[in-house]
DNA sequence: GCTTGCCTTTGAGTGCGCTCACACCTCTAC
DNA sequence: GTAGAGGTGTGAGCGCACTCAAAGGCAAGC
């Protein structure tokens, strides 16, 4: 399977309605625009972020961001490829903690390619049943509504 | 539409894939067990979470548990079935202080339906939305997986 | 009677992930 | 030149949702 068919079988799975967050997100993963040379706010802007956060993540080693002459940040492509990836296993629950030994092992000079894989393995399961629970949970909602939709005048 | 049907309906727009959790925990919202009795340690274990967390919700006004002559927590039917609701909602993201407002609807004497379908149509746009978020970064958590496999020994 | 264990209340503590305040710097526009 | 917008690093603060500690009550078993 081709990696943009991958994307696209991934995405056929997502479907996300309301939200905003669509294929163009998931192309950041894949995509190589060197050209990119965003400030902080820009950066920010895009991954939907504070830039106190950007910076959070850079002091504690998240990320190494490039400086320009002024000594402002200058994200380039290979930082926000990270970031984008960084903040998708953040709002998916991954905690910091993880994230950091996760960049470690990316960072390590050594062969780490079987722990990142096992790292992600199981946070793919956790991704499967907390995405089971939430259905759970709408199944729950949609249970409330059906009920309230039926009484709409006791 | 019997309840039961409801039941069934909801469930079929939840799906659950992997997990554990089924339609088992699901009945639980619906079932009417007036012969449920539990003290707090075994509520605790049933709904997964901490005694202190029960504690805490009874605290904040979420619940309200009736005593045993010893003074002890004795869990019935309905404060187990609010439970149940309520560690769903959360599990699921809704903050503490939304429930807050949830339950003071549903205690109030007035008629509060429309509000509290409100709030559960707006949380279901949000646990859509949470959904969609976590099948995306499953879908970026698949990539790094096939990535993974393609070069086990870069 | 005394220990053990589970319960009670209340106030205080914890951990996480930001988020802010502060003092300072560096451009651009007027 | 000076105001203003935006940046910098660092330490401290915050909000949330628990989680624990301390001091004590009750009941069963030895």
């Known amino acids: 399977m081709e990696p943009d068919d991958a994307l696209r079988e991934a995405l056929r799975l997502a479907v996300d309605p309301p939200g905003g967050v669509s294929i163009e997100a998931l192309r950041e993963l894949a995509r190589d625009d060197d050209s990119t040379e965003w400030d902080i706010a820009t950066t920010?802007?895009?991954l939907g972020v504070n830039p106190h956060t950007l910076r959070y993540y850079e002091r504690i080693g998240l990320v190494c961001v490039p400086r320009d002459g002024a000594g402002h940040r200058r994200y380039d492509a290979a930082a926000v490829r990270r970031l984008v990836f960084l903040t998708r296993m953040r709002t998916s629950g991954m905690p910091i903690s993880d994230l950091r030994h996760y960049?470690?092992?990316?960072?390590?000079?050594?062969?780490t390619v079987s722990e990142r894989m096992d790292m992600m393995l199981e946070h793919r399961d956790t991704l499967r049943s907390?995405?089971?629970?939430?259905?759970l949970a709408l199944a729950a909602t949609e249970y409330k509504i059906a009920t309230y939709q039926k009484a709409p005048r006791p």
């Open 44 to 46: 920010a802007a895009h």
């Open 130 to 135: 907390q995405i089971a629970q939430l259905q």
């Open 103 to 111: 960049i470690d092992l990316v960072d390590a000079d050594r062969d």
